[in-house]
């Protein structure tokens, strides 16, 4: 069983940074896609955020383009996601994703993050 965990967060003010790390445990395999997707307050779906493969390739939204910076370290499992000028629309729950060679996607509980104007 694959667990995610996230850590960071919180709540700062427009203009700010947070950074977010999650990491993985259990048996996924070398090959794989790590990332974040958020969930904004009255949505119903989760957007993408970011994403980065096991060789390092990234996706990011429009939305975030050179504000926000995926990384990963293969050795330890885990992602992180540093948040520039962050704004009150990037307000939202932010999780976790792993999707395995099977691709079978297994997700974090999420973690909040509020920005405030």
């Known amino acids: 069983q694959v667990q995610l965990v996230e850590s960071g967060g919180g709540l700062v003010q427009a203009g700010g940074s947070l950074s977010l790390s999650c990491a993985a445990s259990?048996?996924?395999?070398?090959?794989?896609?790590m990332g974040w997707y958020r969930q904004a307050p009255g949505k119903q779906q989760r957007e993408l955020v970011a994403?980065?493969?096991?060789?390092?390739?990234?996706k990011s939204a429009d939305s975030v383009k050179g504000r926000f910076t995926i990384s990963r370290n293969n050795a330890e499992n885990t992602v992180d996601l540093q948040m520039n000028s962050l704004k009150p629309e990037d307000t939202a729950v932010y999780y976790c994703?792993?999707?395995?060679?099977?691709?079978?996607?297994?997700w974090g509980p999420g973690t909040q993050v509020t920005v405030s104007s």
């Open positions: 994703k792993l999707v395995d060679g099977s691709l079978t996607p297994y």
């Open positions: 259990g048996r996924f395999g070398s090959i794989n896609v």
């Open positions: 994403t980065i493969n096991h060789i390092g390739m990234t």
